[in-house]
Every structure is written in structure tokens, then in C-alpha cells.
């Protein structure tokens, strides 16, 4: 199921729109977000002024903040690694990874090229002691990002793959009923 989610998928770099892929695979879960980053910054190219280098260094440790982003059921036991973010426009494509402490750093010298114009990428990875206790993921990126209004989420498990769309109004995607 993992190798599936390594093939690259079609992506339309639209506002409002997010994409995400899960994977269950056993005890191994996975999530890759894909989102404008319009919709986490509110702008596409390189910080103007140290307001807007606040709003990025704010969008990247809200992003590294899984248990912000992500939440299941305790009976799951799921515990995360460390999230992997990138965002284009950065030396290494701002490759940034959470520490034990849930703090970035950052792989190259951090200074934003001029464009920046792109989809910001995070792989979230979780190992689950009770994976079939795994029933629902709960999301607080629509709380975090208010531009971000439709998630499209393609999961792939054992009973095989779906879509499905979250919404403001609908934070939580359903893997068991």
C-alpha cells in the first residue's frame, strides 16, 4: 500500500482545494498533505517583510504540529514520527523536520528564493499498536488554515481504495463504521 502512494498523482494547484493520500497498511499509517500555499500563507512568493516571515515560520510549525492536525481514538495507539515538510522556493525545497520537541529545522540556509509560487508538501507517519481499533482521523487543518475550505482524500487500506471529501463542516474521515 505505501508503494502506491509513491506513485506521483495528478495535482491542479487550486485555492481552497487540499489534497490528501492515506495509507493503512497493518500498523503503519500514513498521510501526505498537499496545499497551496495561498491557502497556508496567503501569498505565492517570497516574504515581502518580516510580517510575512512570521506568517510562514507560523504556517511550517503549525504543520509540523501533527497532533494539531491529526487525531484519533486512544484505543488505535497510534504515535507519529516525525512529520517531513516541503516547500517549493527553498533551498532543498525547504525540507524542514520535526525534533523530538515538535520544532523544525530547517536543511539549507532558510532564505526564501524569489519564487515560491507551489504546493507546500507534508508526509505524516504514524505507527498504530490497535490498528482494526482505528475508526475514524479527525483533522484540525480547516481550524489552523480558514482558506483551505475542501479536503479530496484518496485512502487506500485493506478493504481496498476510496475517495472522499472534508469540509469545515465535515473534519473527520471515516475509515470504519
Known amino acids: ?6 506513485l506521483p498523482t495528478a495535482s491542479a494547484h487550486v485555492h481552497g482545494l487540499a489534497l490528501l493520500d492515506v495509507a493503512l497498511d497493518g500498523g503503519r499509517l500514513q498521510l ?14 517570497a516574504p515581502r517583510d518580516e510580517a510575512e ?3 510562514l515560520e507560523a504556517a511550517r510549525r503549525i504543520l509540523l504540529d501533527h497532533a494539531r492536525l491529526w487525531q484519533f481514538n486512544v484505543a488505535a495507539g497510534c504515535v507519529a514520527e516525525a512529520p517531513v515538510l516541503e516547500v517549493p522556493g527553498t533551498p532543498e525545497g525547504g525540507a524542514a523536520k520535526a ?4 520544532h523544525g529545522h530547517e536543511h539549507g540556509d532558510g532564505q526564501a528564493q524569489e519564487k515560491t509560487h507551489g504546493d507546500w508538501r507534508v508526509r505524516y507517519r504514524f505507527q498504530c499498536r490497535n490498528p482494526e481499533a482505528l475508526r475514524a482521523i479527525d483533522t484540525g487543518l480547516f481550524a489552523a488554515f480558514p482558506a483551505i475550505e475542501s479536503v479530496r482524500v484518496q485512502l487506500i487500506d485493506a478493504s481496498g481504495a476510496r475517495a472522499a471529501r472534508l469540509g469545515p463542516a465535515q473534519p473527520r474521515l471515516v475509515l470504519r463504521p
Open 1 to 6: 500500500l505505501a508503494a502506491l502512494l509513491a
Open 53 to 55: 516571515k512570521a506568517r
Open 32 to 45: 501526505d498533505l498537499e496545499a497551496t500555499a495561498h491557502d497556508l500563507v496567503g501569498f505565492e512568493r
Open 99 to 102: 525534533n523530538a520537541h515538535g
